[in-house]
């Protein structure tokens, strides 16, 4: 195969230098810093050029569909109908009333309560607030990714070209230079965990471990060009603690521990995954179940409450909401790991998705198309605020602090807090919700049972 | 791995990245595209909507329409709308989901989708006197009324039988009240809009008997763009 390549041996070498370099270049600039948890500033930079070729990029389209009289396409995050957060009552009664002056105390059924029932579906229909979570965010302006652009005529000459050179640069040289970082990042904790799992436990171990460990994901960060904001690291997860954060990808491991040294919870895999888990669990602690085990709730509480328990283990990393959720909101938290007893510390992750859409939608990409698409995009770029910490107040129970903890990761991370459980991506509502609204609709038509034993 | 006629390792590198770089392309080829195909890659002819639909409305419904296709197959199936959790919950979802599809089919597409949706387009103003000749709109009084009367009527016989009264009040309360008392709420509501006696309620009775509801405003959905 190889004689066929009717290439010049001097184009050959040239590749081969350039390889080299680039090589070295990562060792110095990338993997060096990487160990000693320095940076050099050089990530930053790249991010604010890149905005100012975006903006540009997004004038340019404007004014192309100016030149040809046309609207563009512009998604809107607050819903394209106007609702109005009333409730069923109210609105029910508002439509009695415009029907007939008849007094409006007395509980009973009228033909035009339909209309209630029949606008409220048909609006869910056109637009509705819990489906739009589970697939990417659209963007506001373009960013030079052909995956994000819904305007494809409006591009003139001068954009295409700047989105060819934006494509040779994301697939030919950050590409292979963040696949190398990732090969050696990973390689290099499935090494370092094992080799310091052969040592005798104490503190040299822990050391040790915590180095190895925060060494090599620095070193994944840099594999995705990670650009991450850390806030409030005073209020940092500690040992015997709980912290809990919002879901929108793998990276969110990755992103976190790099900052910190925590016990990963979860579930073993097979292949590539299970063998970085075996490795890791040898050097650390860390929480690994078997696929049998993860159904038995009780097993599974039991196990992080023993962890917790112990003053001198790591802080332990969950994610309540159980699913990748895309980052415009926060769906329900499981209650589980709010009933353990231990310090909450939350933890409010917003992704900026102008750089690289971070969200796993895992029912269209599997781990290594998602992969490539984290690694061919421009950077990830994110934010992280760690909020004061929580623990349970004694007359809430553990749904309500749940809620409580949700609403201040909503709230600071500027996501919507919605109710609804992130495993309605896969799974049906549950009949409950469908009663409640029977009850709460039969009360206006017959009274509650106060109402009628009165009269 | 044999590499043939070069012997200095840059060659060699070289000639591997060249082969490699193709393949690469290839892999990731399937990554790219666009989430969304808009609403210009379908044939769309919405003479039933009238110019004040505007183009970004479209659009955006068709983005609404493709998100919910899962299939993929330009139809959308009972299940695809099921699968909206608030509509769900709604006591008369499978209802309202109902009026989508025409007699006897289980799929819809694009345009069966828009005339369903038409008829809550608000009424406009300058729209009440145009056209008098042409055809009624779909989000007329009289059409908005009828989606309604349809949702009681499950027979389509055009006449809301007691049957077909307490059938739908059973959905709207579940079990919270006895079979009873829906009785006699069903045999008051149809003594009091009958008019002809015949113990059922025809499309003409049930307009006298709202004929007093602010059905235009109760039954739009405004656009916010």
Redesign the interface.
Known sequence: ???L?P?D?L???????S??VLFTLLLVFIIVPAIFGVSFGIRKVYMKTLLKIFQWATLRIERGAKEKNH?L??P?V?????KEPTSLEEEIKE?RR???GKALDTP??E??????????????????????RF??E?LESWNLL?????N?QYISLRLTVLWGLGVLIR??FL?PLRIALAFTGISLLVTGTTVVGYLPNGRCKDFLSKHVHLMCYRICVRALTAIITYHDRENRPRNGGICVANHTSPIDVIVLASDGYYAMVGQIHGGLMGVIQRAMVKACPHVWFERSEVKDRHLVARRLTEHVQDKSKLPILIFPEGTCINNTSVMMFKKGSFEIGATVYPVAIKYDPQFGDAFWNSSK?GMV?YL??MM?SWAIVCSVWYLPPMTRQPEEDAVQFANRVKSAIARQGGLVDLL?DGG?KRE??KDA???????L??KM??GSHEDRSRS | MMFCGTEDPFGQLGTAVLAVLPLSFLCTGRAWGAEKPLARHANLSLSFFSSSVSHSQITRLYSRFTSLDKGENGTLSREDFQRIPELAINPLGDRIINAFFPEGEDQVNFRGFMRTLAHFRPIEDNEKSKDQNGPEPLNSRSNKLHFAFRLYDLDKDDKISRDELLQVLRMMVGVNISDEQLGSIADRTIQEADQDGDSAISFAEFVKVLEKVDVEQKMSIRFLH
């Open positions: 195969m190889f004689i390549l290439f041996s184009v050959v070498n040239l590749l081969g230098i390889i080299t609207l396409y512009k809107y607050n819903g394209i109908i106007a439509i415009s029907g007939s009973e059924f033909l035009s309560d339909i209309f209630y029932f029949c606008r409220k579906g048909i609006e869910t229909i056109m637009d509705d607030e819990v489906t739009k697939s990417a659209e052909s995956r994000t652009n819904y494809f697939y030919c590409l990409y198309t490539l698409r061919t609804w309605l049906k509502v919700f469908k009663e409640e609204q029977q009850k609709y039969s038509i017959v």
